[in-house]
Structures are given as structure tokens and as C-alpha cells.
């Protein structure tokens, strides 16, 4: 149990002082001039890609079907519009 612990609290240790020194160092020249750059990102878009076949597509906000010229078109949406001004029923 207490072997757990102590690698637990190092490999914290370890992501926090990476995390730290990785926050100071992408604002320098050295970042924007390094290899480093590129690997970073190239990580990024591989783990992405593990887990981004699971993702759905984000929802259309707008879907229009089209039909070739001269095809009848298909059934309404099931009844006849309502009107635009519509009584109430306790009048």
C-alpha cells in the first residue's frame, strides 16, 4: 500500500512541475522556434485520435433535403398548418 502511495505522490509531483515549467516556457522563443512545438502537437492530434472516433458529430442546425426536378414531392408533416390566429378554446 505505502509503495502506492509513494509513486502516486511522484508521479503528481512530476506532472505538476512539468505542467509549471511547460506554462513558463511556451511564452519564450524557444517555443515558438523548437522541435519540441511539433511533438507537442503531434501528441496532441494522436491522443485526440484515440478517443475521437467516439465523438458524434455535432447536431446541423439546419437540414435541407433536396429532389431531383420533376419528382413529385414527398408527404407533408402529417396535417394542415395551424392557422395564425387560432381561437381559445374558452371563448
Known amino acids: 500500500m505505502l509503495p502506492v502511495l509513494i509513486i502516486i505522490v511522484a508521479i503528481s509531483v512530476a ?5 509549471r515549467w511547460f506554462e ?16 507537442a502537437f503531434g501528441f496532441l492530434m ?8 467516439r465523438v458524434p458529430p ?3 442546425a439546419k437540414v435541407e433535403f433536396t429532389a431531383r426536378s420533376g419528382e413529385p414531392e414527398g ?9 395564425d390566429q387560432a381561437a381559445h378554446d374558452k371563448e
Open 58 to 60: 455535432p447536431p446541423q
Open 75 to 83: 408527404p407533408g408533416s402529417g396535417g394542415p398548418p395551424l392557422p
Open 15 to 19: 506532472a505538476l512541475l512539468g505542467f
Open 24 to 39: 513558463r516556457y511556451r511564452y519564450t522563443d524557444g517555443w515558438r522556434k523548437s522541435e519540441f512545438r511539433g511533438l
Open 46 to 53: 494522436w491522443f485526440g485520435g484515440i478517443f475521437g472516433h
